[in-house]
């Protein structure tokens, strides 16, 4: 085993452990013609121990992002310009093999859809040995050892029993608890989360939230969770990214996001989600029209066309990023003086 | 008080499995749809909660007569409709129309939007051409799509456009029931706001009914006037959407609603963590089916079947726990 | 798992019987055999007397019951050229067809997933189309014109190997590499299909996102989900090799069942063709079981079914 993670250092805790600058990624079109501009100057930190929301309809590039930091695009996809720092180090450049020394190790990672996230023709225990034999060099008594163990730590119960199991014989909650153990086998610093809950029930969502915020707060980690739904922000995140049209349209504290959001996109997504306090008879917010086409350039700010309070600068000029007290941040002329 | 548009009695669906031939005995079943009953006054919207395994997407075949129930009754508009066939059949399909989850599959690409908001107005033999072209361009209307969308194909369209379509598609023969399968699950919030803002103005405009399946209690929350809760096949809590929001009875309810996540920081929910996870329909626990992840259980709740108790709040509940008197349940910790 | 394979089992022999049927409609079908059976210059009596002795003038099922009993005995009645009971004679030609077929199987096999699961991974690559070129060539050759150009360039000009017959090993490699030159190519694309679409899996992605090595996502991961289909037509194509080696057997003076057959046919010698074609088909049909088995090994989902 070629312990490659000398060539990345660790460094002192207070500089971030993520730090991410000007990110652009583009993927070919489908049908081969135009490109598609799925990320475009995304720019943000994580520090350690943290845990960092990123919101936003599909199309908004939240899981381009994710996935540029692992470096796990799809063929089609490249990074066309910017940095990714993870621990100090740019992981732009590196090759696959030496970002294969992180992957599983230093950065974890859980699917959306556990049901289709595992092999389905090898054993659950043998998919969780993997990453210990391949990282950390168990075997044998060892090896069994840290398996129930992590097993019971994401609340399996019997984990002797499951190990011996395959994945289509267990429910999609159990499923997704076993992919956050695999995630966090190898005690790794990050771990990304892509829409975690989406395809669970609204029972086996709460208890994985729960069981999230257990694990990031016994193991120090730092978080980023991909997601559409606020609801799950709320629960877990200390910071929220907007994410619309490949942009980050705002950035702030949960509390600030919630209770104060400046971007309008924001407050429009906030209004829309349907609260008991509603009244019924009068009909949810909803944002008129659609987002835009990724593979034209947009001049000016991408939600202009669907923006209530778009001004005629809205639509000629891209909106500089404002920075608002309280390590708050947005991207709107309303917020320019 | 509206008359009831359809109503549901004990309605039972079992699926034989094929038998073990070195086994004896009885062949096993898997009781998906367990002796549900339910009425859904005109003009207003049921909530059918439950996840999966629930039996929702059963019971929703049944009342589609997709499938023949094993026993119990659909009375839809007073009538009986569980048995019938032929002309009856054909009319009570043409009342009863559904618009499904998935907004990519349930239309087929291949065939233009025109194609497909017409079809079931071709399939009922009763319209001329003139009457169908009118008729289409009319649904477009209703549901916000411009007339030009016509000739196009469905992989043109967004999602949420793509519900329209099949929304236009389900009110073409002027049904009186419209069965809502998660029809924004697949859809972005933005988006999802939308559709659920159109569905509510054709309520009001067509006086039409809703039977709305979600496992978003938000969204269920939102829409509908009453709700039944189901579990492993049965409905094990009914009422006023306000009363199960507001107070639920049954131990699964009130699990089920504080596993909803909060919109606004303040919002302490106390959650209800249940263990284990759903148990097999083909052999599900004795006596109360729940009680094997329930909180509150106590032993007579694996030996009887629990009553339905009907609280002074107005919901119904099916536990052992509560009385007639409306004793509610301790805080679970 | 033994439960799958009971149904398996039971099926299988189903299936037998059906062929046993349709064998035996099939030669009645031919012509009537008595005709070919007789001398020229035979009477009505003769005739007569011949059909009694073979037990054709009775009733067609009762000609059946008596079919179907002795071939589960074995006895398919005595080759009508060399009067010799017909099952003895295929069976001794058999092992000579198992050694050719089976060893072009297996080169198949390994060449040909080996190359799959490396067009797939290298997708795109110089070498990827220079592969899957050759393999269409090679598909398309007839099997004749095949072994008769191998012939000409390693017997006749190289003196390299010999052209005909069964002896050393040198005399098997022109056989085989001409009987599994075809199955190369398909397996091989068979596989590389399989490969592409288990590639691009979810489960995939998940595996990467471990750490984990492209050979062992490749060789360990992708390679068993592939399999399932290449092994449902991996299983016929040994039938087909096997029962198939006629024109291999025949250009090269091979001394196999098939050769036997064909020879069997043109002379209509029945008890041969009858033997023949029912050992092939049990050797099928047991193959194909075999399959369903390791179906049941390959993929857990299917042994709980």
């Not at chain 3, 297996?106 to 060449?111: E, K, V």
């Not at chain 3, 997933?113 to 070498?127: C, D, H, I």
């Amino acid at each position: 085993m070629n312990d490659m993670s000398s060539s990345f250092p660790a460094s002192e805790t207070s500089a971030p452990l993520l730090d991410v600058d000007d990110l652009t990624v583009d993927i070919a079109a489908r049908d081969g013609k135009g490109i598609v501009h799925a990320v475009s100057g995304v720019s943000f930190e994580l520090k350690r121990g943290c845990t960092l929301g990123i919101v936003g309809e599909s199309g908004c590039g939240k899981s381009t992002t994710a996935m540029a930091i692992m470096q796990l695009l799809p063929g089609s996809a490249q990074i066309k310009s910017g940095t990714i720092s993870f621990d100090g180090n740019d992981i732009v450049g590196k090759s696959q093999t030496e970002m294969r020394a992180l992957r599983g190790k230093r950065i974890g990672m859980i699917m959306q859809d556990p049901m289709v996230a595992l092999d389905p023709v090898f054993t659950v225990g043998d998919q969780l040995a993997e990453p210990l034999k391949l990282h950390m060099g168990l075997k044998g008594q060892a090896l069994l050892e840290r398996q129930v163990a992590l097993l019971e730590a994401v609340g399996i119960p019997s984990p002797e029993t499951r190990l011996k199991q395959y994945p289509h014989q267990m429910s999609g909650g159990m499923l997704q608890r076993i992919v956050g153990a695999i995630a966090i086998s190898c005690n790794p610093e990050l771990l990304i989360a892509d829409e975690p809950t989406t395809a669970l029930d609204p029972t086996a969502q709460a208890q994985f939230l729960d069981l999230l915020a257990d694990i990031r707060d016994t193991r120090g980690l730092a978080l980023i969770i991909v997601t559409h739904d606020f609801g799950v922000t709320a629960r877990l995140c200390d910071d929220i990214m907007v994410m619309y049209a490949g942009r980050i349209v705002e950035r702030g504290p949960v509390e600030t996001i919630f209770k104060a959001p400046r971007h309008p996109y924001t407050r429009a997504l906030l209004d829309a989600i349907p609260k008991p306090e509603n009244d019924r008879s009068k009909g949810l917010a909803t944002i008129e029209g659609q987002p835009p086409n990724l593979a034209e350039s947009i001049s000016g700010c991408s939600f202009a066309p669907r923006c209530r309070f778009a001004m005629p600068r809205c639509t000629s000029e891209r909106p500089p990023v404002t920075k608002l007290p309280g390590d708050h941040q947005t991207a709107c002329w309303l917020e320019v003086v | 008080m509206n008359r009831k548009i359809l109503e549901v009695r004990d309605l039972r669906k079992y699926f034989p499995l094929p038998a073990n031939p070195l086994r004896r005995g009885e062949r096993p079943v898997v009781r998906a749809v367990d002796g549900v009953s339910f009425a859904i006054p005109e003009g207003e919207t049921l909530g059918l909660i439950g996840e999966s395994g629930c039996g929702k997407s059963t019971t929703v075949k049944l009342l589609l007569r997709l499938e023949s129930p094993t026993d119990g009754q659909i009375l839809f508009d007073g009538k009986e409709v569980q048995n019938s066939h032929g002309k009856d059949l054909r009319t009570y399909r043409s009342q009863v129309q559904a618009v499904f989850q998935d907004p990519y599959s349930s239309l087929s690409p291949k065939r233009t939007v025109f194609q497909a908001i017409a079809e079931p107005l071709h399939a009922a033999k009763r319209f001329s051409r003139e009457e169908i072209i009118r008729r289409v361009n009319e649904l477009l209307d209703i549901v916000g799509l411009p007339s030009t969308a016509q000739s196009r194909l469905p992989h043109e369209f967004s999602g949420g456009q793509r519900q329209r379509i099949a929304i236009a598609r389900g009110l073409a023969l002027q049904p009186r029931l419209l069965i809502l399968d998660e029809p924004v699950s697949a859809l972005d919030v933005s988006i999802r706001a939308q559709i659920l803002n159109l569905l509510q103005d054709l309520q009001k405009q067509f006086g039409l009914s809703y039977l709305l399946i979600s496992h978003d209690l938000d969204i269920v929350t939102h829409m509908c006037q009453s709700a039944a809760v189901m579990y492993l096949g049965k409905i094990v809590e009914i009422g006023p959407m306000d009363v199960i929001r507001s107070s639920p009875q049954h131990p699964y309810t009130r699990a089920l609603f504080s596993s909803v996540l909060p919109t606004n920081l303040e919002q302490e929910i106390q959650r209800i963590r249940l263990h284990g996870s759903v148990p097999s329909p083909i052999n599900p626990p004795s006596g109360c089916s729940f009680h094997t992840r329930c909180p509150s259980a106590q032993p007579i709740c694996s030996q009887q079947l629990p009553p339905r108790i009907t609280t002074a709040h107005g919901s119904t509940a099916v536990c052992h726990l509560l009385t007639a008197d409306e004793r509610t349940l301790e805080a679970v910790p | 798992m033994f439960n799958y394979f009971l149904r398996r089992l039971v099926r299988a022999s189903i299936t037998l019987i059906g062929i046993s049927i349709i064998i035996f409609v099939a030669i009645r079908m031919s012509g009537d055999p008595v005709m070919s059976l007789a001398p020229e210059d035979a009477t009505e009596a003769d005739i007569a007397e011949i059909r009694a002795e073979l037990g054709l003038d009775k009733p067609v099922w009762v000609q059946y019951v008596i079919y179907a009993k002795n071939a589960v005995q074995g006895d398919f009645g005595r080759s009508i050229r060399y009067q010799q009971p017909a099952l003895d004679m295929v069976a001794a030609r058999l092992p000579a067809t198992i050694h050719v077929g089976l060893s072009a199987f297996i080169l198949a096999t390994l060449i040909g997933v080996f190359l799959g699961v490396t067009t797939a991974r290298y997708r795109g690559s110089g070498a990827d189309y220079s592969i899957r070129m050759g393999a269409i060539l090679c598909q398309s050759a007839p099997g004749f014109w095949l072994g008769m150009i191998l012939i000409l360039i390693f017997s006749v000009n190289l003196h390299w190997l010999p052209a005909s017959g069964r002896g050393s090993a040198a005399h098997m490699v022109l056989p085989v590499v001409t009987l599994g030159l075809a199955a190369v190519a398909s397996t091989m694309r068979l596989t590389r299909s399989s490969m592409l679409e288990t590639l691009g899996s979810e489960y995939v992605r998940f595996l990467r996102s471990k750490g984990l090595s492209e050979d062992m996502i490749v060789w360990k991961h992708a390679l068993r989900n592939s399999f399932i289909p290449v092994l449902a037509v991996m299983g016929l194509q040994l039938g087909n090799l096997m029962a198939g080696a006629i024109i291999v057997e025949t250009v090269f003076n091979w001394p196999g069942v098939g050769k036997l057959m064909v020879e069997a046919l043109q002379a209509r010698d029945f008890p041969i063709i009858q033997a023949g074609a029912f050992l092939l088909s049990i050797m099928m049909v047991s193959i194909n079981l075999l399959v369903d088995l390791l179906f049941g090994i390959v993929d857990p989902r299917i042994r709980y079914e």
